[in-house]
């Protein structure tokens, strides 16, 4: 269920929280429809609550609770089997899902491509596949209304394939293109089957769907990854490191498997979470005129009539507030899940083990002990001077401690390029009795797509 207050300032529609902590088979129900709809409304509220299940679920919203979990003593608290098990299916054992010493080779091999000063390096790549899309709405007949969500699926796409894998593949946007929205509107029924012990091959609503998606995209990949060993490339993209990686124990090459594993993980979670940013963003500015009249000031003043590039980002302070009030309320990675291995107590509460130990971000980022008026879009709470900034462990758009997303840099970074360049050439508007509806699945995303449409600014530059 969602609610929308119809009220000024703009407080755009948010997932009704259920009115207790649900017990089977009310949180199955939940889950399938919208995973976001199980966290039960104390969460919003309180530091710690318990959900008795089955299976037991405990929602941690508490920051220094959530610290404990990711910072302090992330050893103990693992990641959650059934989200490893969840995406095993897609990503194999790659970063995403690894442990212990996998995991801190993978993300060694990974690193050095996602320093500040590297990502620096693609402002332009990024800045051109965001005028590469406003050539569309130019091209397009005017009044027409646009999936703007797919529209940056594919500005996202074309970054990423030209950052991580040197000039991409067709066949791979073919791949992801073909069944992605398919393999979204199944996942929550293959989470539901883990939580009931049931294997991936058994039928389940979208099932099929969602297998023949996760072949297709991982044959593309691999055909791209046998095509780049043959030809012994030495580009120093993300494919091009991990093919002369070498594990510094055993002295062994990455696996085909492996590298399949980790480019898959890369080209999904990189361009679905930036795709998903910049969907939300345009539609909240479409929503408050205030905010696009000065991100469209800002853009003219730092950039003039120049491409949006690296050198500007520093100074596009109010791109990145919006930016970060949109990742706030809509954060594209609304669930992380921790598996309580033993007996806890956390403030007088016992968790026992086996419980399912759930960090709900979308709900911290509403949470009425952190944040003022918390499901009001405000982007001044990101301003340089305000007094009342987020702690490290109340804003988590990218997750917390070691296993903090490794692209969050370069996510910013082209979401502000792409955002810019988008405001400084057109207005947006929702498409006529579009209902917004968020969903939680494995991404944040709208329901039913985003249509919008574009009116061009006549003097927008280099758009």
Not at 106 to 135: C, K, N, T, W, Y
Not at 331 to 346: G, N, S, Y
Request: net charge positive; proline share 8%; hydrophobic share 45%.
């Amino acid at each position: 269920m969602f609610e929308t207050i119809n009220s000024s300032p703009f407080y755009p529609p948010f997932v009704k929280p259920a009115a207790r902590p649900l017990r089977f088979p009310a949180n199955l129900i939940a889950l399938l429809n919208n995973n976001l709809e199980a966290i039960p409304e104390q969460a919003y509220f309180e530091t710690l609550v318990v959900a008795p299940g089955p299976p037991r679920m405990a929602f941690f919203t508490g920051p220094d609770l959530v610290k404990e979990l990711l910072v302090t003593r992330p050893n103990d608290f693992p990641k959650g089997k059934l989200q490893v098990e969840v995406l095993r299916p897609m990503f194999g054992d790659a970063m995403i899902s690894s442990e212990g010493g996998d995991w801190r080779w993978q993300r060694s091999v990974a690193a050095p491509l996602f320093r500040h000063e590297e990502i620096l390096q693609f402002g332009s790549i990024m800045s051109d596949a965001a005028a590469g899309i406003v050539a569309q709405w130019r091209a397009a007949a005017p009044g027409v209304t646009h999936p703007i969500h797919r529209q940056m699926m594919r500005a996202a796409f074309h970054v990423i394939s030209n950052t991580m894998l040197v000039g991409g593949a067709r066949q791979m946007l073919d791949a992801i293109e073909v069944g992605h929205a398919d393999y979204y509107r199944g996942a929550n029924w293959w989470v539901a089957y883990k939580l009931l012990g049931l294997p991936h091959w058994l039928p389940r609503p979208g099932g099929r769907r969602m297998r023949a998606h996760e072949r297709r995209l991982r044959e593309a990949v691999s055909q791209i990854v046998r095509q780049r060993k043959d030809s012994a490339a030495a580009d120093n993209d993300l494919l091009g490191r991990m093919l002369r990686a070498r594990d510094p124990d055993t002295g062994q090459s990455i696996t085909h498997e492996l590298l399949v594993d980790n480019i898959v993980s890369f080209l999904v979670a990189g361009y679905d979470t930036t795709a998903f940013a910049l969907t939300w963003t345009l539609y909240l500015l479409s929503q408050s005129p205030k905010w696009e009249a000065r991100i469209l000031e800002e853009v003219e003043r730092v950039v003039g009539d120049a491409p949006v590039a690296s050198i500007h980002v520093a100074n596009l302070v109010v791109v990145q507030q919006v930016l970060n009030e949109s990742l706030r309320l809509f954060p594209t990675a609304p669930i992380v899940i921790r598996d309580i291995v033993e007996d806890m107590e956390f403030n007088g509460t016992i968790v026992p083990a086996g419980s399912i130990g759930i960090i709900p971000i979308y709900a911290i980022h509403r949470h009425r002990r952190i944040w003022e008026d918390p499901n009001r879009f405000d982007p001044s709470r990101f301003a340089p001077d305000s007094t009342k900034k987020p702690t490290r462990f109340e804003y988590l758009p990218f997750g917390a401690g070691p296993r903090i997303c490794i692209g969050a840099s370069f996510a910013t970074i082209e979401a502000t390029i792409m955002l810019a360049t988008f405001v400084r050439a057109a207005h947006f508007e929702l498409a006529q009795e579009q209902q917004v509806r968020p969903a939680g699945r494995m991404f944040l995303f709208p329901k039913d797509g985003m249509p919008m449409r574009v009116a061009l600014r006549k003097t927008a530059p280099h758009a």
